[in-house]
């Protein structure tokens, strides 16, 4: 089992430009779930996927936008890219009510 | 709305010695909390988690937690801490009567372990 596998691992991007982030759930995992961590603080809630929809999102504008395909893997894109986007963009999944959620290693997201 | 506090930014122990990593919770109903390790430049790992039951939880690499309903507290504890638990350490609750939603974490405390 690769458990959760995010990519790319590091990423350069432009002020205004678009990006979009990959991750695969630990196998079995029918929900997937974006923070973001910025440095030096604790991961912060984007929103959460399961069955293809966005089941609960965190306060986060617009421009952060996701999608879950039919074999729970997901995609966050941001557009119109800001500096304070930069940081570590985690995704985590799990199952079930009271199960832990499984993180991948993140994707270290700078904006230039 | 639900929130989580660890206390301290640094905690330093001696190799060999006991450790406390304090966590207090806030949530409107009952909570699951759990404990997530982060190595440099990594992802979280999972620790261990309170669910229902025994206050006392043991989790992986022999770290503990205790459930205090009363003080609403869930500190993560350890025997004998080794130089290798150096990490930053998250406390993370969600609210039982939610859907299987966010966690909120901590801001994190960074354990320092010196041989």
């Known amino acids: 089992d690769a458990g959760v596998t995010q990519s790319p691992t590091h990423l350069i991007k432009t002020r205004g430009q678009q990006v979009t982030l990959r991750c695969s759930p630990k196998?079995?995992?029918?929900?997937v779930s974006w923070y973001q961590q910025a440095l030096g603080q604790g991961p912060q809630f984007i929103f959460q996927?399961?069955?293809?929809?966005?089941?609960q999102r965190g306060n986060f504008p617009d421009r952060f936008s996701g999608h879950q395909f039919p074999n729970y893997s997901s995609e966050l894109n941001v557009n119109a890219l800001l500096l304070g986007d930069s940081a570590l963009y985690l995704c985590a999944s799990s199952f079930g009510r009271g199960s832990e959620a499984f993180f991948g290693q993140g994707t270290r997201l700078t904006v230039v | 709305a639900q929130s989580v506090a660890q206390p301290e930014d640094q905690v330093n122990v001696a190799e060999g010695n006991p450790l406390t990593v304090k966590c207090t919770y806030s949530v409107s109903g009952n909570p699951y909390l759990f404990w997530y390790v982060q190595y440099p430049n990594r992802g979280l790992q999972f620790l261990l988690k309170?669910?229902?039951?025994?206050?006392l939880v043991k989790g992986s690499y022999g770290f503990e937690a205790e459930f205090n309903k009363s003080q609403t507290s869930f500190h993560l504890k350890k025997p004998s801490a080794l130089v290798s638990d150096s990490a930053l350490y998250f406390c993370a609750v969600r609210d039982r009567g939610g859907s299987q939603g966010n966690l909120i974490f901590g801001k994190g405390t960074k354990l320092s372990v010196k041989p």
């Open positions: 996927y399961y069955e293809e929809e966005e089941r």
């Open positions: 309170y669910i229902t039951g025994d206050n």
């Open positions: 196998s079995g995992h029918d929900t």
